[in-house]
């Protein structure tokens, strides 16, 4: 059974920084693409970042450029999001995703093949 498992939520400030990390297991992950997204109350769940099956090529959605960086540790089958700068906007439910596909740059929810249950991160002001 394929799982992914998010760590690394919780509550900061305003400006402060967090590490998530995504466990994945049941198979292994080191030659698919990989994603975060998140989901606020209330709104669609949204594309934050994507990175290829090498870790060569990310991608991130303009709102967070800057701030999040995405990174991957193939032999432990984990994927990262590091988010600094951190701002109230960003609370939201955070997930990791994962493809069948070893290429493109997925930033859509329907690109995705598996997901995981998410954490929570809460930022105040």
């Known amino acids: 059974q394929v799982q992914l498992v998010e760590s690394g939520g919780g509550e900061v400030q305003a400006g402060g920084s967090l590490r998530l990390s995504c466990a994945a297991s049941g198979r292994t992950f080191s030659k698919n693409v990989m994603g975060w997204f998140r989901q606020a109350p209330g709104k669609e769940r949204e594309f934050i970042a994507t990175i290829t099956w090498s870790g060569s090529t990310t991608y991130y959605a303009d709102f967070v450029k800057g701030r999040f960086t995405i990174s991957r540790d193939n032999a432990k089958n984990t994927v990262y999001l590091q988010m600094n700068s951190l701002k109230p906007d960003d609370t939201a439910v955070y997930y990791c995703?994962?493809?069948?596909?070893?290429?493109?740059?997925?930033?859509?929810?329907?690109?995705?093949?598996?997901w995981g249950q998410g954490t929570q991160v809460t930022v105040s002001s």
């Open positions: 995703a994962a493809t069948d596909l070893d290429y493109g740059l997925g930033q859509e929810v329907g690109e995705y093949d598996y």
